[in-house]
């Protein structure tokens, strides 16, 4: 169970870490700085949403302990839900705002393009949808399928980002990142899911079966 988290943990480095090696040597060190101040501010309300539903991953394993399957089903749904809610929102506020946002934090030089908002956007729209799924399999230890979806997405980041970059630049990078995601850990996470969920409604009716 260590060794797929630490393959998960690893693979996580290739989906965000990679970028700005890619980067600098295929489009230069200029472009990096577009690229980093971009994403930290794009990408800000995954990361809240990540933080607000990270202590769900102890009370999972808590409620998977007890098997209390009905306390993880709802969870799960209200976390979705919360995601959305909060998440959604601000994350088109900063879509909306990104540019004259950057122009004032860092200056001129680092305003990304539209297209780069764009996707950058997208891709943290997914991240925010798909997140509470990834916490419950992290707090449910079904890490087979989280290592699986990780692993090809971050093959496929790293992939697009060298064959994209030349072509598209930052654009290019930001559409890969979202395609990667929406093609690995679509499927394969939220089929896990609704195994467990599946799985669950059984088990809370096996007493009264």
């Not at 200029?30 to 101040?37: N, T």
């Not at 601000?90 to 004259?100: F, N």
């Amino acid at each position: 169970l260590g060794t797929k988290y630490l393959v998960t943990q690893l693979a996580s480095l290739g989906i965000y870490q990679s970028q700005p090696i890619i980067i600098t040597q295929i489009l230069g060190p200029a472009k990096v700085v577009i690229f980093v101040v971009a994403y930290k501010i794009i990408a800000l309300p995954m990361d809240l949403v990540f933080m607000a539903t990270q202590p769900f991953v102890s009370a999972f394993g808590e409620a998977k302990a007890r098997q209390d399957w009905n306390w993880i089903r709802g969870a799960y749904k209200n976390a979705v839900k919360a995601s959305l809610v909060v998440g959604l929102p601000l994350a088109l506020v900063i879509a909306l705002t990104a540019k004259p946002l950057i122009r004032i934090w860092a200056g001129a030089v680092a305003v990304p393009s539209g297209s780069l908002v764009f996707w950058m956007s997208i891709y943290s729209l997914i991240g925010i949808v798909l997140m509470a799924a990834g916490q419950m399999m992290v707090g449910l230890e079904c890490v087979n399928p989280l290592a699986i979806s990780v692993t090809l997405c971050a093959l496929g980041v790293i992939g697009s980002a060298i064959g994209l970059a030349p072509h598209w630049g930052l654009t290019g990078i930001a559409f890969g990142m979202a395609a990667s995601k929406l093609l690995t850990f679509w499927p394969i996470q939220l089929r896990e899911v609704n195994r467990i969920l599946k799985s669950a409604k059984a088990k809370t009716l096996e007493p009264v079966l």
